[in-house]
């Protein structure tokens, strides 16, 4: 079992930074995928990123490439979001996610993974 708790949010001007963090419970923590998605009010969750379980590996949507880091600290348990250049269409409602699995094939989707966080609102203005 895992549990996760999204801070880091915030309200921050266009152009600005913010940095998300994720706390995870559990002894399992390092064998877990982890990821982070975001959802906009009327639109579905979609992908941001997403680290393997030793963090050799990375994803991101093509709309935050190059603005985005996702990182982890297996010994803190903790999971981070580095979000720069921030843009208004980044508003939203950030949440952190884990599945326990090495592979990073349906690392993308929503339905593959089974803990989620109670999220945390970023609102960019412009």
């Known amino acids: 079992q895992v549990q996760l708790v999204e801070s880091g949010g915030g309200l921050v001007q266009a152009g600005g930074s913010l940095r998300l963090s994720c706390a995870a419970s559990?002894?399992?923590?390092?064998?877990?995928?982890m990821g982070w998605f975001r959802q906009a009010p009327g639109k579905e969750r979609e992908f941001v990123a997403a680290i393997s379980w030793n963090g050799g590996i990375t994803y991101y949507t093509d709309s935050v490439k190059g603005r985005f880091i996702i990182s982890r600290d297996n010994a803190k348990n903790m999971v981070y979001l580095q979000m720069n250049s921030l843009k208004p269409e980044d508003t939203a409602v950030y949440y952190c996610a884990a599945k326990n699995t090495v592979t990073m094939i349906t690392a993308t989707k929503p339905d593959n993974y089974n803990y989620w966080g109670q999220g945390t609102q970023v609102t960019v203005s412009s």
């Open positions: 559990g002894r399992t923590f390092s064998s877990h995928r």
